[in-house]
């Protein structure tokens, strides 16, 4: 459980286009600390920047400030795969216990066998994170998770549903099947990345390990106006690894749409290809891509989160237009950009504006509420305003809508605080994903 504070408010000067006034409103109002946006059809591109490189940072972003993409690198993992098959190297329809060792005992389930192809489109079975994924650092959950652990995990998993049967989004699939296409070309994931997709397509930029002139390029991640620490994987790089650029990104999708030639345009081709139902109407899986059918239109896409960041990069391709989106906050306030850029039927969000309250009432919310057997829930003040912090997690400010209901300005969630019949606030509510009540214990 994560939350999310209202960041610094820097006045930068206006602009009379509708990209840059809602970035700017995004990045003016707290909801990030910085945001690139990346529009590309057949006239050219054409970059929008607004924000910095930290909270604290003086440094203005561009379309050259490198960002953790978190899941878009699925998008890249599932174009390996792709360009592996169009080059003869293995088949969609490969059992994955082909490439991994004989002492891995990969479910089953009715005969049945996971394929590649299940991996790349969410329908393995498998579930989303492994039951052994026991980070020893939340900050960083992914750094010590092995492949040997992985393995374990396959070993000992039951399928609870049948293979190829129903979507989920899985990245222990997808991190899977980047072991595998690492392995089955000798070299780790990331000298794979640079070789078959970077060296191609000219992408700069685009790498999990940094040299000193990209460190100095790369935006600080933040949870509210928090900086956080940069997030490293092991057994799990397929799925999440990658850093880029709003450039390299929209290098990438010139050659996805057809406007920059490459030797990868067929393995697109085919990543682009409905394979299974996404699990809502209108939805479909390609390799690695969200097929979203709405609106007359057909848009590409795929996200991305990490501990610090936010990303979007999605196509139409019928009519030639692409988009990157990417933000060193935590949350997602980008994703609509992006859409709404695309076709204006994906309409953008309202962004939720506190109301004054006398803060005396504040001290009456102070105390500690038990979410969960060890989650506690804190609420604490510091002059005027108030925060909220989950066990493990950051201290982060929460805005009132009303003297008793709050809300984290980069995160779909509210508090409300619950008074008794004399008055008093023994439990609040978390509205994230459901209500969720707390009992105050201190």
């Given at each position: 459980m994560k939350y999310f504070a209202k960041l610094e408010v820097r006045i930068m000067k206006k602009s009379s286009t509708e990209i840059e006034k809602v970035i700017q409103e995004r990045v003016d109002g707290g909801y990030s600390v910085s945001i690139v946006v990346g529009v590309l059809d057949e006239n050219g591109s054409k970059f929008y920047n607004y924000g910095r490189m930290a909270k604290n940072?003086?440094?203005?972003?561009?379309?050259?400030?490198?960002?953790?993409?978190?899941?878009?690198?699925?998008?890249?993992?599932?174009?390996?795969?792709?360009?592996?098959?169009?080059e003869g190297e293995l088949s969609l329809d490969d059992p994955i216990d082909k490439f991994l060792p004989r002492e891995v005992k990969i479910p089953l389930r009715k005969g049945k066998k996971i394929t590649l192809k299940h991996l790349a489109t969410h329908t393995s079975g498998l579930p989303s994170m492994p039951e052994n994924f026991a980070p020893k650092d939340m900050r960083i959950p992914y750094v010590d998770y092995t492949v040997g652990d992985m393995y374990d995990f396959l070993s000992h998993y039951t399928l609870t549903r049948d293979i190829g049967a129903q979507y989920e989004y899985s990245n222990l699939g997808v991190g899977l099947l980047g072991h595998i296409l690492s392995s089955k070309?000798?070299?780790?994931?990331?000298?794979?990345?640079?070789?078959?997709?970077?060296?191609?397509?000219?992408?700069?930029?685009?790498?999990?390990?940094?040299?000193?002139?990209?460190?100095?390029?790369?935006?600080?991640?933040?949870?509210?106006?928090?900086?956080?620490?940069?997030?490293?994987?092991?057994a799990f790089a397929g799925a999440g690894a990658?850093?880029?650029?709003?450039?390299?990104?929209?290098?990438?999708?010139?050659?996805?749409?057809?406007?920059?030639?490459?030797?990868?345009?067929?393995?697109?081709?085919?990543?682009?290809?409905?394979?299974?139902?996404?699990?809502?109407?209108?939805?479909?899986?390609?390799?690695?891509?969200?097929?979203?059918?709405k609106f007359d239109s057909e848009i590409i896409w795929h996200n991305g989160g990490t501990g610090g960041y936010h990303s979007f990069i999605g196509f139409d391709k019928k009519n030639k237009k692409a988009v990157v989106v990417l933000s060193n906050s935590a949350d997602d306030i980008i994703d609509d950009i992006g859409l709404h850029i695309l076709n204006k039927n994906f309409e953008l969000k309202i962004l939720k504006k506190a109301v004054k309250v006398d803060t005396s009432i504040y001290d009456d919310y102070i105390g500690e509420y038990e979410l969960a057997p060890n989650t506690i829930l804190t609420i604490s003040r510091e002059g005027n305003k108030l925060f909220a912090h989950a066990t493990g997690q950051v201290i982060i400010e929460i805005f009132p809508l009303s003297e008793t209901r709050y809300f984290f300005k980069v995160v779909n969630a509210e508090i409300s605080f619950i008074r008794d019949k004399e008055g008093k606030v023994n439990e609040l509510t978390l509205h994230q994903e459901g209500d969720h009540t707390a009992k105050r214990i201190k």
């Open positions: 940072s003086t440094q203005d972003v561009n379309e050259n400030t490198i960002y953790e993409i978190g899941s878009i690198t699925k998008v890249i993992t599932s174009l390996i795969l792709a360009d592996m098959v169009e070309s000798n070299m780790i994931f990331e000298q794979l990345v640079v070789k078959r997709i970077c060296n191609e397509l000219g992408l700069i930029n685009t790498t999990i390990s940094l040299t000193p002139q990209q460190q100095a390029l790369l935006a600080k991640g933040h949870v509210g106006d928090i900086e956080v620490t940069n997030w490293d994987f092991l990658l850093r880029s650029t709003a450039s390299d990104m929209l290098t990438f999708l010139s050659a996805e749409i057809g406007l920059k030639e490459s030797r990868l345009y067929s393995a697109m081709e085919k990543t682009q290809i409905p394979y299974a139902s996404g699990g809502i109407t209108g939805l479909e899986m390609g390799l690695g891509w969200h097929i979203h059918k």
